[in-house]
């Protein structure tokens, strides 16, 4: 019943270089019908299975690396907070990277920020035992549950993603276009790249690419 669809997140130099797919997780009723993420999501977190989702997306995903699916393009994938702190699964994952080093290096692990904002030395230990595999680590949502930049300094992240609800009305928004800004010069100065998400239209990806922008994600895109 669980099915992957792909999203590309595209360099802001140019239209048609991937940078990485986003795996985006489908899961399907007794009928075939979709269930919206929006209410699999909080049920799988009531019911203490989003580690159980997120063993299942980490071994098909590394299936299609090792296979080369995608060539030599990194997919990305979203995993629960709570898997985070779960030692059992953390050993598991870090097995499962190391039988396919290959595929691991092309592996990344996407958290959302207001999921980890609370818990920051466990994503600071997850990553850094990952990144022994080639593993690399984004931050996604960023800036939903916007504290400060003080601990980005302190996690070797590879990338994050600004939170769509800054992208969405961007163009007439000069808050929003100042915020980007502000976490585009942040992170560069960290060698962190940044992305934007739920990018709909050419003037979006205009506005966004003269902030200076690594790569862009949304229907806009791909």
Same mark, same amino acid.
């Given at each position: 019943r669980i099915s992957l669809l792909m999203q590309p997140a595209?360099? $802001?130099a140019d239209h048609s270089t991937i940078m990485h797919y986003e795996s985006l997780l489908r899961l399907a009723d007794e009928k075939g019908?979709?269930?919206? $993420?929006?209410? =699999?999501?909080?049920m799988s977190k009531r019911l203490g299975l989003g580690t159980d989702f997120d063993r299942v997306m980490i071994a098909e995903v590394l299936a299609r690396l090792a296979s080369k699916r995608y060539g030599e393009i990194p997919v990305a994938v979203n995993l629960?907070? &709570? &898997?985070l702190q779960n030692k059992d699964f953390i050993d598991w994952m870090c097995a499962e990277l190391a039988k396919v080093p290959e595929a691991a290096s092309r592996l990344l692990v996407e958290v959302s920020e207001y999921g980890v904002a609370e818990n920051v030395d466990? %994503? /600071?230990e997850f990553t850094k035992r990952v990144l022994q595999y080639g593993t690399r680590v984004g931050l996604d949502h960023?800036? /939903?549950g916007f504290s400060s930049f003080g601990y980005l300094s302190t996690l070797k %992240? !590879? =990338?994050?993603?600004?939170d769509g609800s800054y992208v969405r009305?961007? %163009?007439?928004?000069? !808050?929003?276009?100042?915020f980007v800004e502000s976490v585009i010069k942040v992170a560069h100065g960290l060698d962190v790249k940044v992305f934007a998400v739920s990018v709909e239209t050419d003037a979006e990806w205009n506005l966004l690419v003269g902030l200076g922008l690594d790569g862009l994600q949304g229907y806009g895109v791909g």
């Open positions: 595209k360099s $802001a019908e979709v269930i919206p $993420a929006v209410v =699999y999501t909080p629960f907070p &709570s &898997s466990a %994503l /600071r960023f800036g /939903r %992240l !590879d =990338y994050i993603k600004i009305g961007i %163009l007439e928004n000069k !808050d929003n276009q100042f």
